[in-house]
Nanobody, 115 residues
Framework: QVQLVESGGGLVQPGGSLRLSCAAS????????MGWYRQAPGKQRELVAS???????YCPDSMKGRTTIARDNAKNTVYLQMNSLKPEDTAVYYC?????????WGQGTQVTVSS
């Protein structure tokens, strides 16, 4: 079992930045990919970025250029940095990990981009 705790959401002004953290606990030795997804009201959940244990990252084209994902294996924590935020980035952001014992989701953290 893996437990995930996300932090860092909140209200951000357009053009601002966010930095989210997701700390994993439990059977963390079996985690091989950590990622961030988001779900806006009325829309499907979508991948924002992911990172492997070895540091290989993936980011959909729609997220490239203003999205950075990083991982601290010693702390079992994954970070998401997004810049130049727009109102359409408003969503609940979820952490997800893929491990030998299964896939696990965090509870989600709300990010609202508004002036």
């Amino acid at each position: 079992q893996v437990q995930l705790v996300e932090s860092g959401g909140g209200l951000v002004q357009p053009g601002g930045s966010l930095r989210l953290s997701c700390a994993a606990s439990g059977s963390t030795f079996s985690i091989y990919v950590m990622g961030w997804y988001r779900q806006a009201p009325g829309k499907q959940r979508e991948l924002v970025a992911s990172i492997t244990r070895d540091g290989y990252t993936y980011c959909p084209d729609s997220m490239k250029g203003r999205t950075t994902i990083a991982r601290d294996n010693a702390k079992n924590t994954v970070y998401l940095q997004m810049n130049s935020l727009k109102p359409e980035d408003t969503a609940v952001y979820y952490c997800k990990v893929y491990s030998d014992s299964g896939d696990y989701w965090g509870q989600g953290t709300q990010v609202t981009v508004s002036s």
